[in-house]
Structures are given as C-alpha cells and as structure tokens.
C-alpha cells in the first residue's frame, strides 16, 4: 500500500537547536497527521493537517503540508533533551481503505 | 479516564500456538486497528474495523485473525500459521478523518 515516508531516517541535533523532519507521500490524502513514539511505547498525535491547510502550529511544532508536491514537514524548535524519540507522518487517504499509512520514521535524538 | 487499553504488555509463544491480544476502548470510537512494528520499523496495518460485526484486511493479515462483536473491543489472535509472530503490536481507535488513539502496545516473542 502507499506509504508516507519520511526523511532523515535518524537527527541528532544539540539541544536548543531546530529539528525538521519530511515526509513524501503518493497519492492524495484526506488529511496527514504526525506521531511521535517514544521507544517501547504506544504512538501519541502531535498535528494533524487537513489538505486544505497548509500550515499549523502546536506550541513548538510547526507543521507545512504542500499538496503540490505531495510533501510535509514538521519543525520542531528550541528542542529539548525530552524531544529524544521516534517521529512518523501518517497519510489518510481521501479514496480507498481506512486506515493510517505511517512511514518508517525519523529517529531524532537530542544531545544534551 | 478515557483510553484505549492493550493487554499484556508482554507476551510469549510458543512455536503451533495460537495467542489472542486484547485491545479495549472507552472512547466511543467507530473505528479500530491493529497493527505490526518490527524493530526500527514503521507500522504496518494488519486488519481494522469501521463498525461492530465488520472487519477488513490490511496489508498483512496472513496468520492473523480479528473479532468484532462489541464496538468497545478488537481482540487479535496470532495463529499457528504466521511464521515470524515476533514484533511489537499497537491496537489503535477513532473516529473517522480524525486522528488515532493508541494503546502502549504488546511485545509478543516466540520461545
């Protein structure tokens, strides 16, 4: 099935500083949204961008979705040492099966 | 508290047995998942439901099997004939266009 992916597929970034992590996608979407997992647990929502918007913002994490090029981003600023953990864009489809497509994922680490 | 709740968190199987995961939701959500994540991973759907007594395949249903006969719960059973059982599984629920809830997951190894 199509799959959001993301790039990097690992970050590591000093403490302070921004991260931006992509995704590409294939086909169109109703919305994209951005997870975040820290290792051995369950998947927590950061954002979610629906296909009409095209910028959205959530306390430090700034999310862009450009439709044109099938692609998203997410920044996040100002990191922190508890950002550590693995980041993944999923694609909700606006034709076929339900179900988030979630990429591999970027796996960013924030040095203290 | 609302949630979504997995159990066990850890699990263990043996080589022909079948295992069943619970997953359960209090979110009155339509919608549930299942899906696998092998290590360093993304996670791959295996079967999802969008209504009670209805389910649907994903992309690696093969040797699993799925239940829907209340809205609150999606039991998974892994059966003898999926060959690689070992992986992290994470039930997940919403409702529709909006984003997923997800439970902490459970580790399933074969001994």
């Known amino acids: 099935s199509q799959q959001g992916e993301e790039d990097p597929q690992a970050l590591s970034i000093q403490e302070g500083e921004n991260a931006t992590m992509n995704c590409s996608y294939k086909?169109?979407?109703?919305?994209l949204q951005w997870y975040r997992q820290n290792s051995g647990r369950g998947l927590v929502h950061l954002i979610l961008i629906r296909s009409n918007e095209r910028e959205k913002h959530s306390g430090r994490l700034r999310v862009t979705l450009d439709t044109s090029k099938k692609s998203s981003s997410l920044l996040i600023t100002a990191s922190r040492a508890a950002d550590t953990a693995s980041y993944f864009c999923?694609?909700?489809?606006?034709?076929?099966?339900?179900?988030?497509?979630f990429g591999k994922g970027t796996h960013l680490i924030i040095q203290p | 508290d609302g949630g979504i709740t997995q159990s066990p968190k850890y699990l263990f199987r043996k080589e022909g047995q079948n295992v069943t995961l619970s997953c359960e939701q209090n979110?009155?959500?339509?919608?549930m998942y299942w899906y696998r994540q092998d290590p360093g991973q993304g996670l791959r759907l295996i079967y999802y439901?969008?209504?009670?007594?209805?389910?649907q395949k994903g992309d690696i249903a093969e040797g699993y099997s799925v239940s829907r006969e209340k809205k609150e719960s999606f039991p998974l059973t892994v059966t003898s004939a999926q060959k690689n059982p070992t992986a992290f599984y994470l039930c997940a629920s919403r409702r529709y266009n909006t984003e997923a809830f997800f439970g902490q997951g459970t580790r399933l190894t074969v001994v």
């Open positions: 999923a694609t909700d489809f606006a034709i076929g099966a339900d179900g988030l497509t």
């Open positions: 439901s969008q209504i009670v007594n209805d389910f």
């Open positions: 979110l009155n959500h339509d919608a």
């Open positions: 086909t169109s979407i109703n919305n």
